[in-house]
């Protein structure tokens, strides 16, 4: 607000006239300001010069509105370099307040800012050669108090069209509503409630999402579970019994006679941090998962850490493997969050640690050590097992013909893929806890993980994994667990007619179905307690450490240790 000036308005004409050629004649229309008796007698007099209605307004008291209530409508900041271009729009946003019945407080000074650089005005660097710069920033506060927000927005929008030069202008706006609101969005109508499913089903989501289950998934976030020192377990997923876990119990049924190994690479799980009671609680459970599913415990079963020669002949093998061939691997580049064509950047690098780095060839030396033929692993596997066949060769050229090379055991079961992302495997790594089914997880949770599985729009049911990935997914797992045998395909022909609601709530009986048996078994075996378990482990590591002593000795004796 301008301060009124005690001189005649004549005097000050001259001064402020530029403020008569740039503003609008609009400001006071002829009939907003009712001139006084006094007035009328003197224009009756004589035809007196009239100064323009702008100028007039200008030393005019600004028209105000006292406020019922006091509650802060909008807080509107007006900024300029000049002073007088300030003052003027200041007091034209307090009179347009006004007119639109809008209680306004102000303009009130706020801090200047102030803002100094210096530019060197020459190549040398010296005090001679450099040129000093500061520039001012005024501000004024006007607050609109009991403002309704349509109002408020109308007055706002007005300034905005007659905005004048060199000024600008931020505004914040608060807008109030009663108490209750959370509790009345709570209790929508059912009608509402499916409305917003449609809505979310058209953005990817068959379902709003629950606030337990998204906080869940939040805490067992990778990222976040590292921040607090944890890791996430290591829990068997659908995926490893299907392309795993079964194929090593039909491996065992069909050729009783054949030597087979199975191993709880507790090794391997250190690559990344882990804290010594969960790694140790979850050795226990992944011992308890292999017996559950059938695996006879009269096999050898172990820990890589209770057979010395798995570290033994991984540094061997590390004496002859290539950098070169490990650096093209995929597996720490995906731990690293590095695509698999980018090169390693000084960031990636600190990162990286030895451990990692060298997995495949303690992977290689698992496998070498028992002299094995036949892996059965899945494709994204492939690599490590080529490696391993790469230092076959390395150690051969070098030491002569001892070391096997194993081959590759191809897979009956379909690839189970990620729920939430179907065109990605099904991994326990996942951040998602609702991208995979874990051998654990209670019916209700099944049930809920299936419900909200990514699919798609086309109706009916059909197997065609590139068009409808989501779809042939569940067709898989549904497969896995059918009792006849069926593969998928069949499965889609027979089932084209149904729903996709239909095919899920199907698919979640049988995986609750399938995994009944192993949840009473798994459960049983965790009631008997440790001894039980490490008593099965001990033996199996007793049988480990024979088969790989043999193949020691004839490594040992072609180096020369």
């Given at each position: 607000?301008?301060?009124?000036?005690?001189?005649?308005?004549?005097?000050l004409s001259s001064e402020v006239s530029w403020i008569a050629r740039r503003t609008q004649a609009s400001l006071a229309k002829p009939g907003d300001l009712i001139p006084n008796k006094a007035e009328e007698s003197q224009q009756e007099a004589g035809p007196e010069p009239r100064f323009p209605r702008s100028i007039q307004a200008l030393h005019l008291k600004p028209l105000k509105r006292e406020a019922e209530h006091g509650i802060p409508s909008c807080d509107l900041q007006l900024r300029s370099y000049s002073v007088q271009p300030l003052e003027f729009f200041s007091d034209f946003a307090l009179r347009a307040a006004y007119y639109l019945g809008l209680p306004a407080y102000g303009p009130v000074p706020l801090p200047r800012i102030t803002e100094r650089w210096t530019v060197p005005r020459d190549n040398f660097i010296f005090k001679k050669a450099q040129e000093n710069f500061e520039r001012k920033t005024l501000r004024r506060l006007i607050q609109i108090r009991d403002g309704n927000p349509e109002t408020v927005q109308l007055w706002l929008a007005y300034l905005r069209k007659h905005q004048f030069y060199g000024v600008g202008m931020k505004a914040n706006m608060w807008e109030f509503s009663e108490l209750g609101v959370g509790k009345k969005m709570d209790a929508l109508p059912e009608s509402e409630k499916g409305e917003i499913d449609a809505k979310w089903e058209h953005l990817g989501q068959t379902k709003t999402i629950g606030t337990v289950e998204k906080v869940e998934e939040l805490l067992n976030q990778r990222r976040f579970r590292e921040a607090a020192g944890l890791k996430v377990p290591p829990t068997t997923s659908v995926s490893g019994s299907s392309s795993a876990l079964r194929q090593w119990v039909q491996l065992q049924n069909e050729n009783p006679e054949d030597k087979l190994i199975y191993s709880i690479v507790d090794?391997?799980?250190?690559?990344?941090?882990?804290?010594?009671?969960?790694?140790s609680k979850n050795k226990k459970e992944a011992l308890a998962a292999l017996l559950a599913i059938g695996i006879d415990p009269e096999r050898p079963l172990m820990e890589t850490v209770k057979v010395p020669a798995h570290s033994e002949l991984m540094w061997i093998l590390s004496c002859t493997a290539s950098v070169g061939y490990l650096s093209r691997m995929t597996q720490w580049k995906s731990k690293l969050n590095i695509c698999e064509t980018d090169r390693m950047t000084d960031k990636s690098a600190s990162n990286l640690k030895l451990g990692l780095?060298?997995?495949?060839?303690?992977?290689?030396?698992?496998?070498?050590?028992?002299?094995?033929?036949?892996?059965?692993?899945?494709?994204?596997?492939?690599?490590?097992?080529?490696?391993?066949?790469?230092?076959?060769?390395?150690?051969?050229?070098?030491?002569?013909d001892h070391l096997v090379s194993p081959q590759t055991t191809n897979s009956n079961f379909p690839k189970i893929m990620s729920?939430?992302?179907?065109?990605?495997?099904?991994?326990?790594?996942?951040?998602?806890?609702?991208?995979?089914?874990?051998?654990?997880?209670?019916?209700?949770?099944?049930?809920?993980?299936?419900k909200r599985a990514?699919?798609?729009?086309?109706?009916?049911?059909?197997?065609?994994?590139?068009?409808?990935p989501g779809v042939s997914n569940l067709l898989n797992?549904?497969?896995?667990?059918?009792?006849?045998?069926?593969?998928?395909?069949?499965?889609?022909?027979?089932?084209s007619d149904l729903s996709l609601q239909q095919l899920k709530d199907m698919v979640s009986d049988a995986v609750v179905g399938g995994l009944e048996p192993f949840q009473k078994r798994y459960a049983e075996l965790m009631e008997k307690g440790d001894k039980y378990l490490d008593s099965i482990e001990a033996i199996g590591a007793e049988k480990a450490r024979q088969s790989a002593e043999e193949t020691m000795q004839i490594v040992r004796q072609a180096v020369g240790l």
């Open positions: 607000m301008m301060r009124q000036s005690i001189r005649p308005l004549r005097a090794l391997h799980a250190i690559t990344t941090p882990q804290k010594a009671d969960v790694l780095f060298s997995y495949p060839v303690l992977q290689a030396a698992d496998i070498l050590v028992h002299r094995a033929t036949h892996v059965p692993v899945g494709e994204d596997q492939r690599q490590h097992l080529e490696f391993a066949r790469e230092c076959v060769t390395n150690f051969n050229a070098a030491y002569g729920l939430n992302k179907p065109q990605q495997k099904m991994s326990k790594s996942d951040l998602s806890i609702n991208s995979r089914i874990s051998f654990t997880d209670s019916p209700a949770a099944v049930k809920a993980k299936i990514v699919t798609d729009s086309i109706p009916g049911i059909s197997y065609d994994i590139k068009e409808r797992i549904l497969a896995v667990f059918d009792v006849e045998g069926r593969k998928a395909e069949e499965l889609a022909e027979q089932y």
